[in-house]
């Protein structure tokens, strides 16, 4: 299962039970893997009101409720850690949000503040507090998101990073720190968690960022440490509703650890096609399940029905 903002908290970031139940459903349906929706790992981090958080004492027990739920039912439960960066909500964060250069990212967004050099280190060190409160609540991955133009995806590219520093110009620099957050929560939670990484091409076909580039981020992720990527969209057409199973195929040929794809893969035949044209490992799907939460109990019996009969692609 994608991972998919439910509005569900708190207004403090606690999950409420609702969560539990929305994931724990999904799970005894027979779903093998659930990220569980982008939670923010500091109060500038929120992009969306109801939002869950993983940096606040109180948040661990709402966490555990949700990772609790999803392991009765059988599945593995990753949590994604996400900050907003330029993309968090100044409603919820009360003012503009933080980038790595004070370029908007669309009109509906003020410039962010642009972040200074000192403070870098200290933001990965969140996203690595929240990755640890996701181990002692009982989650079995976590999954940074280092797509859609959030903070991480923001350094990488080249038109909303302008920096002069060592974290802005080359492709080397731009993906620093993305890459330094794998690392750092993989040597400290390696041994407790698996460590995942999302990442797309939104926003940033359009802004000269081709697949060389995407390769070299592929490859850097690998060597920091990633345990699974996870690629979201096709870049082209800058929605991530769109497909990635071309970047999919891109990654499955750039790494050799397990590729996940998330795209308009909620017919099961669609799905079972991207794993079996080799455009990932693992079909992530979103909305399909967000609305049928037995989506995997009947996508298996299809399975297991076609095999039956030999019929490889029934209608
Ligand atoms: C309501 C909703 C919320 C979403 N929230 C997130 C999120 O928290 N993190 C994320 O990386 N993607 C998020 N997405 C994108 C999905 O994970 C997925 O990539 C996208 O919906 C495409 O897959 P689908 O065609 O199977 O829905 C969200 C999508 C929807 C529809």
Known sequence: MAPMVQQTGLPDGTATEAAAVFYGARAQAGTGLIIVEATAVEPDARCWPGGLGAYLPQHREG??????????GGACACLQLVHGGP????????????????????????PPRELPRDALSDLQGRFVAAAEMAAEAGFQAVELHGAHGYLLDSFLSPNRNRRADDYGGSIENRLRMLEETVRR?????GE???????????NHAHEGFGHDAFRTILAALERAG?????????GWSRTWFDTGRTQG?????????????????????????????????????????KSAPDWAARAHRRLVANRRTGDADPP
């Open 192 to 202: 407790r968690l698996l460590v995942g990484c999302r990442v797309s091409f939104f």
């Open 185 to 189: 929560t993989r040597e400290r939670l």
């Open 226 to 234: 990633c345990d699974l990527l996870h690629i979201s969209c096709d």
């Open 87 to 110: 993309q968090a909500s100044p409603a919820v964060i009360g003012g503009p949000g933080w980038g790595p250069s004070a370029i908007p990212p669309n009109s509906n967004f003020p």
């Open 63 to 72: 966490l555990a409720r949700i990772a609790s739920a999803i392991r009765a």
């Open 249 to 289: 195929q891109l990654a499955k040929e750039t790494v050799r650890i397990p590729v996940i794809v998330a795209g308009s893969l909620g017919d099961s035949r669609e799905a079972e096609r991207a794993v079996a044209e080799g455009h990932c490992d693992v079909a992530a799907i979103g909305r399909a399940m």
